[in-house]
């Protein structure tokens, strides 16, 4: 079994990194494709895999795991002899457009992970291409590929990939993105550099924790335990709903929708 990536960069390497961690494909099967020869050469001296600048050296893999930008698709021309599952992480990229790209004996598979895939902790959609024909030794590849990093949700509907790109997606910079503005205000408020990034960041990872260690805890639960009657916490939650904390977030999570099926149609 070969595993092409065509696009290893941030996400790309996520995958990279937990199918070799969890030795789904040793180094030697696994070939890499970047636009440029420095990222090729990262990736080899990081993980000891084979690289190429040439999209069509993928031919010879049996899945491709597709990981460039929905913008940088309309670069890539793929022709599959012999079969090949092709694994697309385009945000709000239609099967029926990757189609457009890649000919030939392959099969489809619609996926939107997150970062968390890096450190084994990613949430990651799946949907098989219901035109596509897939046994159940290679739906097991795919799922082995995509729970070397993760937890997995299959879907049986394509929009519901794009339903969870906003979610869980995008999730893990809106979480990084509350953490630098609690670091600003920290500073703000007479704290120095350090001692602002080890509050917040400890934090996030003693709260992260609590819900690692308790798999029934509700978000609403935890939140109560922190935000007690007529508290601290409880009047800075109030002041968050006052200023329309949920319309600001659904606001957002209905612009990040729109914007990924925008770049999917465009290009
Ligand atoms: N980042 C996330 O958290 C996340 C989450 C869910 C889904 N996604 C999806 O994952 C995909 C990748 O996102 P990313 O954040 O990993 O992007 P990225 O870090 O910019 O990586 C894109 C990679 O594609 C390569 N590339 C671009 N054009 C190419 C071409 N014509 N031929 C070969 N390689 C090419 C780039 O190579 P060079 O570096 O050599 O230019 C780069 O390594 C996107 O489609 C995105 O929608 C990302």
Redesign the pocket.
């Known amino acids: 079994m070969k595993l092409g990536i ?8 996520a995958f990279l990194k937990s199918v070799l961690t969890e030795n789904v494909f040793s180094s030697e099967e696994v070939l890499v ?4 020869q ?3 050469d990262a990736l080899k001296t990081a993980y000891g895999v084979s690289t190429t ?1 040439k ?1 069509e050296d993928l031919r010879s893999c049996d899945v491709v795991l ?5 913008q ?1 698709l309309s ?2 021309q793929l022709h599959f002899t012999q079969k090949a599952i092709v694994i697309s ?5 239609p099967i029926d457009r990757i189609r457009s790209s890649v000919k030939g004996n392959a099969a489809f598979v619609r996926i ?4 968390g895939q890096f450190v084994g902790k990613g949430i990651t959609g799946l949907f098989f291409d219901t035109q596509s024909e897939f046994s159940e030794e290679e739906r097991q590849q795919v799922k082995e590929i995509i729970e070397a990093g993760g937890a997995m949700l299959e879907f049986s509907r394509e929009s519901q990939i794009d339903a969870l ?1 906003s979610i869980s ?2 999730g ?2 809106y979480f990084f993105f509350l953490g630098e503005t609690l670091e600003c205000l920290a500073q703000e408020m007479g704290f120095s550099e350090a001692e602002a990034r080890v509050a917040v960041r400890q934090t996030f990872l003693g709260a992260a924790r609590l819900l690692e260690q308790n798999e029934t805890l509700s978000f609403r639960e935890a939140t109560q335990r922190v935000a007690s009657k007529g508290g601290v916490t409880e009047r800075a939650l109030e002041v968050l709903k006052e200023l329309g904390w949920e319309d600001i977030l659904k606001k957002a999570l209905l612009e990040a929708d729109k914007k ?1 099926r925008e770049l999917g149609k465009e290009h």
Do not use: D
């Open positions: 065509l696009g290893c960069g941030n996400m790309g390497e494709c970047n636009k440029t420095e990222r090729n600048l999209a597709l990981g460039i930008k929905p940088n670069e890539i992480m385009l945000a709000g990229t939107m992970p997150n970062l790109t997606g995008c893990p910079a990924g």
